[in-house]
């Protein structure tokens, strides 16, 4: 006998569901469903302009661009290292700016000195 429904452990999703329930329905002239009216809808407004939906229509068609991301080190180990000689003075001060902030901080040592009776007392330096 085939299974019914949802596989035991699967995630329901009833938002989703109801919006793929309400897209199949045909629309009120019943020519066509509501999934392509919205999808005419959708196009007419990207071909008015409508950035947003040229986007949308853009990432259904064609996925959504990858964002390409660099990891940028300055290890002495590595064997490929940075060109900065394209950067102004300007941009090459904020770049060391930035990297000088960045650096771990010290840790902070707490040093406790015993006084009579046993009490002890914090100082603290960096």
Partial sequence: MAQRGRPVGSVQRPWTDALRIA????????KT?????LAEVVFKAALEGDSAAAREIGDRLEGK???RTETLSLDSQDDQKPDFSQLTKEQREQLYGLLEAAKPKPAQVVRFKTVSGGQGT?????
């Fill in 33 to 37: 469903t509501k999934l392509r009216r």
């Fill in 122 to 126: 914090s100082s603290s330096s960096t």
């Fill in 65 to 67: 661009p990858t964002q």
């Fill in 23 to 30: 897209a199949k329905e045909k629309t009120k002239d019943g």
